[in-house]
C-alpha cells in the first residue's frame, strides 16, 4: 500500500471515528450544494409562472416556488420568439466540432510529448505551459484580424479553428500519458502492432477519463463561448446560443419568464453531459492533477 493510501485510509478512520466531525462535514457539505443549486432552482421556477410574476418574486423566498404555474407556455414562446431551433444547432454544431477535433488533435499533441524524444520537448512544453495563462482577450483582435482577410468572418470556421487546439487540454493529455508505463506499448510494439495501432488500442483506451474530462471542459467553454462569437458574426444563421441570449434579452417585449425558459433549455445540455461523464470527469481530473 502506498503512502498516499495510507494518508487517506487514516483520514477516513479519523472522520468515521467522530460522528461530530462527519455531521459538521455533511452539514457544511449540504450547506455548499443548496448554495450553488440556488441559482438553477431559481432559474427553473421562474421559466414556469407569468412573466409579470418573475420581478415581483424575485425579493422573496416565493421566487422559488413555481406559482401561478404556466407550464410550457414560456418555452414555446421562447422557441418561437427567440429562433431557437437555429441558434441551438448552431451551438451544437460549433461546440460539437470543436470538442471531436480537439479531442484528436490535443491527444496526439500530448501523446507527442509524452513518449517522443527530440530536442527542445522541454522547452516546447514550457511553452504548453506559459500559453495556459495568456488569456483569450489579448489573441482576439489579431485572430480577427485574420478571420477579416480571408473573408472568413459570419461563418462556422472563424468560430471553430481558433479553439481546436488548448494548450490547457494538450497538458492534461500529456500528464495523463506520463501516467501510463511504457511496458504496456513495448508489449504491443514486440507484438507487431504499428505506432497507430499502440495508440487507439493500447493507450487511448486506458485514456478514458482523460477524454472524458477534456470532452466536459471543452464543451463548457465552448457552449459559453460569448466574446468571440459576438464580434465575428452579425446574423442569427450562425449565431450560438449566448449571443443569441443577449440579443433576445434586449428585443422587445422584454419577458423574463421566456427569457429564464431559454437559459434553462441552454444549460440544459450542459447539465446532461456532465451527469453522463461524472465519474470519468472525477477520474480525470484526479488523475492528471497528481501527475501533474
Known amino acids: 500500500m502506498t503512502a498516499d493510501s495510507d494518508v487517506r485510509v487514516s483520514a477516513k478512520k479519523s472522520v468515521g471515528a467522530n460522528p461530530l466531525w462527519r455531521w459538521v462535514l455533511y452539514s457544511v457539505m449540504i450547506v455548499l450544494a443548496a448554495f450553488f443549486l440556488f441559482p438553477l432552482v431559481y432559474m427553473v421556477a421562474s421559466s414556469l409562472i407569468p412573466d409579470d410574476q418573475v420581478l415581483a418574486k424575485s425579493q422573496s423566498f416565493e421566487a422559488f416556488v413555481p406559482t401561478p404555474f404556466v407550464g410550457l407556455e414560456n418555452f414555446s414562446d421562447a422557441i418561437e420568439r427567440a429562433n431557437l431551433p437555429r441558434v441551438f444547432a448552431n451551438s451544437v454544431i460549433i461546440s460539437g466540432l470543436i470538442v471531436s477535433l480537439g479531442l484528436v488533435v490535443n491527444s496526439l499533441f500530448g501523446y507527442a510529448l509524452a513518449r517522443l524524444r527530440f530536442p527542445g520537448r522541454k522547452l516546447l512544453v514550457g511553452v504548453v505551459v506559459a500559453l495556459i495563462i495568456i488569456p483569450f482577450e489579448a489573441l482576439a483582435v489579431p485572430l480577427l484580424f485574420m478571420g477579416a482577410q480571408v473573408g472568413w468572418l459570419d461563418t462556422y470556421q472563424i468560430q471553430i479553428l481558433p479553439f481546436i487546439a488548448s494548450p490547457l487540454f494538450i497538458f492534461l493529455f500529456y500528464t495523463f500519458f506520463l501516467s501510463i508505463p511504457r511496458s504496456l506499448e513495448e508489449a504491443a510494439m514486440i507484438d507487431g502492432a504499428s505506432p497507430v495501432e499502440i495508440f487507439t488500442r493500447v493507450v487511448?483506451?486506458?485514456?478514458?477519463?482523460?477524454?472524458?474530462?477534456?470532452?466536459?471542459?471543452?464543451?463548457?467553454?465552448?457552449?459559453?463561448?460569448?466574446?468571440?462569437?459576438?464580434?465575428?458574426?452579425?446574423?442569427?444563421?450562425?449565431?450560438?446560443?449566448?449571443?443569441?441570449?443577449?440579443?433576445?434579452?434586449?428585443?422587445?417585449?422584454?419577458?423574463?419568464?421566456?427569457?429564464?425558459?431559454?437559459?434553462?433549455?441552454?444549460?440544459?445540455?450542459?447539465?446532461?453531459?456532465?451527469?453522463?461523464?461524472?465519474?470519468?470527469?472525477?477520474?480525470?481530473?484526479?488523475?492528471?492533477?497528481?501527475?501533474?
Not at 266 to 276: A, K, Y
Not at 283 to 292: E, I, L, P, W
Request: proline share 9%; aromatic share 14%; no cysteine.
Open 204 to 292: 487511448a483506451p486506458l485514456a478514458k477519463p482523460a477524454y472524458a474530462t477534456v470532452a466536459i471542459l471543452g464543451f463548457l467553454f465552448s457552449w459559453g463561448q460569448f466574446l468571440w462569437p459576438s464580434i465575428v458574426t452579425r446574423g442569427v444563421d450562425v449565431r450560438p446560443l449566448p449571443v443569441g441570449i443577449g440579443v433576445f434579452a434586449t428585443t422587445p417585449p422584454v419577458s423574463w419568464g421566456d427569457i429564464m425558459a431559454y437559459t434553462v433549455l441552454m444549460t440544459l445540455p450542459l447539465l446532461v453531459i456532465f451527469l453522463i461523464f461524472q465519474r470519468q470527469f472525477v477520474q480525470g481530473v484526479a488523475s492528471s492533477g497528481v501527475k501533474g
